[in-house]
């Protein structure tokens, strides 16, 4: 049933793609899909270490035997909390950026974000789900993906995109246990996130078409802070250290990503941020 499933979403998601290339675009639009992102030095940060039971070298540019462009492998998230939360923050992370984009009234760039999580995450990420008995969403992803081409309204796009969210959230209670505290394994997937917003900024300031790579970094700030909002308090009470490098980095990441929309002059340094966001990957290694 699971492979299946795997044919029919890649099947739907190869159908919206072309939908997407034929749609008539906006000036607002226009030229400004995903596009490239940054790739992070030296892999994931802090929880995709080695000693994370990560592999090195495993980064976001998907290079390996398996994994979609994140280099997500089924295996290792079956195993590693930090792996498997991390896979589905990206993907939340894709759904919250378009919510967003969505808003701002680039409807063919929100397609695009809730299209490509299917085939970049999910169908490799589904074999985790099965061995770790979480809840299925590929019915979920489909329906989100399908909304913008299939005449529903606004408020059904808005849910199909909001069933996602739901059903992320409901598949990250499914992680696979671990001997660290739930605090130490957050603080690791939060940094994964701080990282991946700080270097998109930082691509997208140096880039002559900034909205593609800031709008995946907005997405994975979005994230960041449903993950500080859940879990910063008992983070700072395993470490307080911890708690203010990630909260610092924060703050700067509030600042450089204030709408959906690059702005024309960087609002922040983002040299600065990077190096706040590597700040927090080194004091997250405090609790490895």
């Known amino acids: 049933m699971a492979i299946e499933r795997k044919k029919n979403l890649l099947g739907q998601a190869g159908v919206t793609a072309l939908l997407i290339g034929l749609a008539a675009c906006s000036p607002m639009n226009e030229g400004e899909g995903e596009g490239e992102r940054a790739t992070p030095a030296g892999g994931e940060g802090g929880g995709y270490s080695a000693s994370a039971g990560e592999g090195e070298g495993e980064g976001e540019s998907g290079e390996g035997s398996a994994g979609g462009e994140f280099g997500i492998k089924a295996d290792q998230a079956a195993q ?3 792996t498997y939360l991390t896979a589905l923050e990206v993907m939340r992370a894709h759904y919250l950026a378009g919510l967003a984009a969505y808003d701002a009234d680039r409807r063919a760039v929100a397609a695009e974000m809730f299209t490509h999580p299917i085939s970049e995450i999910y169908v490799d990420l589904e074999a985790a789900l099965i061995e770790l008995e979480a809840p299925l969403f590929g019915d979920e992803l489909e329906r989100a993906a399908a909304a913008p081409f299939d005449g529903s309204t606004d408020a059904e796009i808005r849910a199909a995109a909001a069933a996602v969210i739901a059903a992320i959230d409901a598949a990250e209670i499914h992680a696979p246990q671990t001997e660290y505290a739930e605090a130490a394994v957050e603080a690791q997937v939060l ?8 270097l998109q900024y930082e691509f997208a300031m140096r880039s002559d078409a900034p909205n ?4 995946d970094g907005y997405g994975f700030f979005k994230s960041a802070e449903v993950i500080a909002t859940r879990h910063m308090d008992e ?3 395993l470490d307080s250290v911890v708690a203010d490098a990630l909260s610092e980095a924060m703050t700067s990441l509030a600042a450089a990503y204030p709408t959906v929309l690059a702005p024309e002059q960087a609002s922040v340094d983002a040299d600065e941020l990077v190096g706040l966001a590597d700040a927090a990957s080194a004091a997250a290694e405090r609790l490895e």
């Open 80 to 82: 590693n909390p930090v």
């Open 235 to 237: 983070i700072r009470e």
């Open 191 to 198: 940094t994964n996130m701080i990282v991946r917003a700080a």
């Open 212 to 215: 593609g790579p800031y709008l």
